[in-house]
């Protein structure tokens, strides 16, 4: 089931979890690589977890089961975000812009030089409020496409916490069940706040309704 605004969402789930995790975003994410759909998982969040913070995860899950979305690319699963360049909260003057393209649903949203590209199935990152509307269990990612000048940044970065950040006119931002990403030479790449090397091009699509959390 998508999630729509306002709309009450999960059910009750007498039976028992399929799965048991601990730790952060990314380990729920590799929990979930082998997992049939709609699998029921207990997770027990790392505090850093932004995932839990976005669906209001207590330390200790009741039996309440709340159904969401995985962005799945090549390389795995992400459970929350998936960051191309340099991360929005980490972003300084002295970071170069690249050429890069991005096609949202097999249509062109962006060409031009930006910093980074955050595709977001959940709302925070390192609890910063990246996505205000974002919900990860809304069918849909968004993606935001930063091309900020240098004397901006130190001002996004600010507003960051509070998700006053956007609108912007220099972060494009767009609603995404298929994206693709290609710079024109690698940049950074991070998963559910993990490191994991660099790339030049990405895609990514949302599993819709992919497992059911226990909150």
């Given at each position: ?159 960051l916490h509070t998700g006053s950040h956007l609108p912007h006119p220099d972060i494009a931002t767009r609603r995404a069940k298929r994206v693709a990403v ?34």
């Amino acid at each position: 089931m998508t999630i729509r605004p306002g709309q009450e969402w999960g059910s009750p789930a007498p039976e028992p979890p399929d799965r048991d995790v601990s730790g952060g975003d990314a380990d729920l994410a590799e929990a979930l690589a082998d997992a049939p759909p709609g699998v029921l998982v207990r997770y027990r969040p790392a505090e850093s977890s932004d995932l839990a913070r976005a669906v209001g995860l207590a330390p200790a899950a009741g039996e309440f089961a709340v159904t969401l979305d995985l962005l799945r690319a090549a390389g795995g699963l992400a459970v929350n975000a998936v960051v191309l360049g340099v991360a929005p909260d980490r972003l300084r003057w002295w970071h170069r812009r690249v050429a890069v393209e991005v096609t949202v649903d097999g249509r062109p949203a962006f060409a031009g030089r930006a910093s980074t590209v955050a595709v977001l199935n959940g709302q925070y990152l390192r609890g910063a409020d990246l996505s205000p509307r974002g919900h990860p269990g809304d069918g849909s990612a968004e993606v935001q496409v930063y091309a900020l000048a240098l004397s901006q940044r130190g001002g996004m970065r600010r507003r960051l916490h509070t998700g006053s950040h956007l609108p912007h006119p220099d972060i494009a931002t767009r609603r995404a069940k298929r994206v693709a990403v290609r710079f024109s030479r690698p940049v950074l790449m991070e998963v559910d706040g993990r490191p994991v090397g660099r790339t030049a091009s990405l895609e990514l699509e949302v599993v819709p309704a992919a497992y059911r959390l226990l909150v």
